[in-house]
Nanobody, 115 residues
């Protein structure tokens, strides 16, 4: 059974930092990543990383967020620096299996950035 367990969300002041973690189990995943959903908005991509380490970022977080993964631990991280109030959202971990045919989601972790 596939599980994605997120941790690391919380409340931080603008300009601060947080690190999110997502521990995966139950399968081997090709791409893993983070998405976020703010109230009243659609879920959007934040960053993804492949098994080989190739990364992709939303333009709004480039230069501020860094995604990484530990393949031995099947864990993906999102280091978030220079946080802004507009980064406030529920952040979801995402993983795609090796065939690319199935996508899995974590339960979400709240990130709130105060001004």
């Amino acid at each position: 059974q596939v599980q994605l367990v997120e941790s690391g969300g919380g409340l931080v002041q603008a300009g601060g930092s947080l690190r999110l973690s997502c521990a995966a189990s139950g399968s081997i995943f090709s791409a893993m990543g983070w998405y976020r959903q703010a109230p009243g908005k659609q879920r959007e991509l934040v960053a993804t990383i492949t098994l080989g380490g190739s990364t992709n970022y939303a333009g709004s977080v480039k230069g501020r967020f860094t995604i990484s993964r530990d393949n031995a631990k099947m864990t993906v991280y999102l280091q978030m620096n220079s946080l802004r109030p507009e980064d406030t959202a529920v952040y979801y971990c995402n993983a795609v299996n090796l065939s690319g045919l199935r996508t899995f989601w974590g339960q979400g972790t709240q990130v709130t950035v105060s001004s």
